[in-house]
């Protein structure tokens, strides 16, 4: 069993800063992707960024240069820091865990998601 425990959700104004973390636990092997997804109401969920295991990130066009992630393969703790946040980036933040290895399977975890809020 696989747990991803997201934290570091929350009520900030415009302008600040939220650093997330996703901590997977349980049995897991072989992680590739881990990455960070968001679900704003009455929109569909979207990538946010996401990071390989050698560390290469990719983002969305819209918080380029404003989010950082990073992950602690050592941990299998993945990382989203968040500056300059505005009130479009308000939603649901869910963690995603991807991996695997041929003829062990492979497998794609989410995170219950933290609820991020930004006031303007």
């Known amino acids: 069993q696989v747990q991803l425990v997201e934290s570091g959700g929350g009520l900030v104004q415009a302008g600040g800063s939220l650093r997330l973390s996703c901590a997977a636990s349980?049995?897991?092997?072989?992680?590739?992707?881990m990455g960070w997804s968001r679900q704003a109401p009455g929109k569909q969920r979207e990538l946010v960024a996401r990071i390989t295991s050698g560390g290469s990130p990719n983002y969305a066009d819209s918080v380029k240069g404003r989010f950082t992630i990073s992950r602690d393969n050592a941990k299998n703790t993945v990382y989203l820091q968040m500056n300059s946040l505005k009130a479009e980036d308000t939603g649901v933040y869910y963690c995603n865990v991807a991996g695997g290895a041929p003829g062990l399977g492979w497998y794609d975890y989410w995170g219950q998601g933290t609820q991020v809020t930004i006031s303007s």
């Open positions: 349980g049995t897991i092997f072989s992680i590739n992707t």
